[in-house]
């Protein structure tokens, strides 16, 4: 029998010794911990208790704003867990809910007073006597304590400073031996596509603390939680281990076992103890946990597209966890281990290994502080093997940042597979105690019996899709060192100039490197003529592309997506050299183009195409969008002009090379680079349909060579993010310092409005937050070593240059803007606060990296201040207030709406794309959305009666199954992404001399989707519906931004007029077929709600559902 098996035989044993420890635990437990255990045995039996509780240590704690704490506290109780209370203390909670309204400061006081009673035993203070004491007894009790500094979010360098000085402090102090660090908590903003880089700041970090230990006599631990820092600070680790002055130092590393990388961990860990130990160094330690982070890595990889990197199942991780025991004890003296686990059976075991070893000098046994407080003590005095304690302190004015740490534990703790769960009932004498104690003896029995052959493979991978199936396509994965490693080999090996000899004839034309300034590459511009012959080419080839029916189109496009994802680096290159996108913002632009190519080939419609598309994409997302375009028209079976910007034609000429190698006929497609030039206005007045992205003046000049162009065009925006009193403040400055700067402030989607009520304008934290956040960005080339925010496309001019160094009256720079490099592309982010409302900042739409920030009394100030732009693009709102939420989704104009979280990086068929009034013109729906193909092909029309009663069907079906709803588009537990349909102010229909076959049909229409329709015409009409007579300049004069125009009049529409004004004008006549007809009547809007809490689905603001409505309440209906 080997070592590993004989370990293994001592399972019986471990049983024994482990029950023989339940009993004496049971009898040395105090008065005290009984109470608090009858306490957590409560809530462990009611999850709205145990949700009331996070709400309490969350909501309420950190509502900057006494009226609306006291609010948060009333919300919290309303939602039930009474059963998870004893009566005192259900009743002292409903005393301070009453007391709040007339004294909710006092109450805030006392429920934050009350909550550091209650958690004392798990989270304690740095305030240096009582932690002393804490140590002193756990000393007497022969108990080592294991500090943990916590403290505020790390959003940048000032926080991440702050706590290196508190761990350096920490120190400094004589009871203080041993203390644990995680390692991303002292460098701000690691960027995971610069490996390198990010391993130098964490061990220069590691290095400073190290040393100090070193001089103080302390033992430092390096913690791990988030799987994304887990090769980083393993690097980091065995470099600074390594090092001559560290090697005579002790030093320990935590593995986790949830993930199956864990024991290829320990064994690295191994042969760096033996190294250090050749090299004549102190030995190693690892700490053996079962995981930190298990619910937001689920939340992660999940909006990523990916398993989690965690084992699925609890039996696997103590499966997992069994099996580090006895390979951590089994590598020899070199390394040190600690067994940090509350399961008895799993202490036991460890003792039992450590007999068959003889490794009791090596071991250590581990517990978080007031978790298992007579556990501890009577392992400290059973066995001869040292007993550590793990205790988190907070300084006393910063409760607010333990509080993740809490719900974790709370989370984590009280989960029905945890063992502390069933630690609660498994010593109290009860026929519950016999089965408690039976199922987790036959768990432990489990776990060692399959220690051995637990899967040890990766498990962060893309999420399987059954065939026709739409599955989004994760983004490269940056904690796959194959990729990093294929990526930088791309950036740096991309010769620009070769690229484009293969893809575009050298000409006259320049392509610039944004990030330096210089000439890339060049390029001819088509004339007039050649555009003339390109559009006659494709209008003859496009019958045989459709005839070739949905399937085969979907195939290629399917084929498309492949190859795009399998390409993905090369992509990520050209796009860095061409247009200046980051690694961090190309990656998961290339997952969008192929989600569009998957999303579009699940069109299935008879409806017959336009003809030629022509396609005019933007420069800041050069390679998704026009990819959208393109792969949406080909779908219907049209032909299509790729126009690419004139910033991105290599970009433009890669996708289109990319579309021709997955099948898409030469002929059915067409590159042509030209600018809005003659033979630009060639290809628009020549085209079936126009699909622009780009600014509003474009959609202008369009219509005006056109007036019934069939044009799908998403234009400008003024984006915003609103912050009330009932906010998260760290999340806050967190997302809008990443939605006001992601691409350099680019992006169409850009939050460059903040708007904050009084008590966040006025709450130093949150100040004090933006600017750590907007601080920690690193400005640079696109394609340089960690590079955060890359170039401007272009030196600033016009509204930007005017942002950048102009201010309004009343403001002033919080962070002021400054060039980087010669040409002007590179800039330091600014912020500008004092910005009025009505201001040329609050109304202005800019390209670039400043926000502005606007200061308002309270949510309805802020609506206005909102909903005061021409613009309704993007709309975010933090606050963890339900009925604030409710209130604002309610009232706010934009088609894309967002929660809790940043306001930019929508995903395909999750998040439809596209906005309302001037954000969104001519005849598109949202993009990534399945009625996003059908706007790019013609139904039949209305001509007769039975017509008219197949649409009356149609539209009342529709109606049930979409248009009345809010449908959730992806099903995700965390974050509620719904997609809705709601009612412009009104319809107005241009009509002339209208047959009555059309009035009944808008009659029908104006019925079944009880929306406000108006009839507008030159001369008298005789309808129900309401009319006006008037002229058709009568009709601008007084249109609004939130009505739409139907034309279905002889006159020509003035669409260039209108569309100066934001109002979107559809001249298409009526199609009979409901379920294409009824949506054009309304306009569709997308909602993204995060709905968790540091990963706790049950903690954090609730809503319910009630057809397309979000109201305030529990559960979801």
Known sequence: MDTYDACRERGGAAIRRAENLMDQVSSERTARERRVRTRLARLVDDPDALGLVISLTDDVVRTLSPRAAAKSLDDALRRGGRRGFSRGDWWGLQSLRLLSRVAPGIVQRLVVWRLRQLTRDVIGTTESRPLERLVSERRRQNIRINVNVLGEAVLGPREANRRLEKVLEMMTRPYVTYLSVKLSSLVAHLDYYDPEGSRERLASALRTVVHAAAREGVFVNVDMEEYRDLRITMAAVHEVALEEDVLPLALGVVVQAYLPESAGLVDELAELAAERRRRGGNSLKVRLVKGANLAMEKVEARLIGSHPPTYPSKSDVDASYLDLVIRALSVGDDLRVGVASHNLYHVAFALEVADVLGAHGRLDLEMLEGMAPAEARVLARASATPVISYAPVTDPGDFAAAIAY????????????????????????????????????????????????????????????????FTNTPDGDVTDPRFVSALRNALADLKVEEVAAHLLPAGTVEGIDPSRGRVAYTYERPDRATAERVLADLREAQPAWEKRGVDERAAILRSFADLAASERTLTMAVMAHDTGKTPGESNAEVSEAADFAREYATHRDDATALGVVVVTPPWNFPYAIPAGGVLAALSAGNAVVLKPAPEAVLVGAHLADQLWRAGVPRDVLAFVPTGDDDAGRCLVEGADAVVLTGSLQSAVLFTSWRPRLHLLAETSGKNAIVVTARADVDAAARDIAASAFGHAGQKCSAGSLAIVTTEVGRDPAFWRQLRDAVDSYEVGAAYASGSHVGPLIQPPTGDLERALLRLDDGESWFIEPQPLNEVRTLWRPG??????????????????????????????????????????????????????????????????????????????????????????????????????????????????????????????????????????TDSLEFEWNLHRYRPFDRVVVRVEEPSQLLLAALELVREELGIAVELSSGSPVRSRLSHRRESVDDLIARLSRDERVRWLSSEDPPTSLLTERGVAVDARFLEKEGAREAPRWLRSQSLSITRHRYGNVHAGPRLIRRGQHLLPGGADA
């Open 406 to 469: 809490l719900v974790r534990r709370l989370d984590e703790n009280t989960s029905p597979d945890n063992y502390l769960t069933a630690a609660f009932f498994i010593d109290s004498g009860s026929d519950r105690a016999a089965a408690t104690r039976a199922a987790q003896r036959a768990r432990f029995e489990m776990a060692l019996a399959e220690a051995s052959t637990v899967s040890r493979h990766r498990r962060r991978m893309a999420l399987e899709s059954e065939p026709g199936e």
């Open 831 to 968: 912020v500008k606060r004092g910005t009025r409302a009505g201001s040329w900042s609050h109304l202005t739409e800019w390209f670039g990296p400043v926000l502005a920030v606007i200061e308002v009394a309270d949510l309805d100030e802020a609506l206005e201040v909102q909903n005061g732009t021409r613009y309704g693009l993007t709309a975010g709102l933090h606050s963890l207030d339900a009925t604030e939420i409710a209130y604002w989704l309610e009232r706010v104009r934009a088609g894309n709406l967002y929660v809790n979280r940043t306001t930019t990086g929508a995903v395909v068929h999750r998040q439809p794309f596209g906005g309302w009034r001037a954000s969104a013109l001519g005849v598109g729906p949202q993009a990534g959305h399945h009625g996003y193909v059908a706007a790019l092909s013609r139904g039949v029309p209305v001509e007769n009666s039975a017509d008219l009663e197949e649409l009356r069907g149609g539209v009342r079906r529709w109606m049930e199954e979409v248009g009345r709803l809010a449908r959730d």
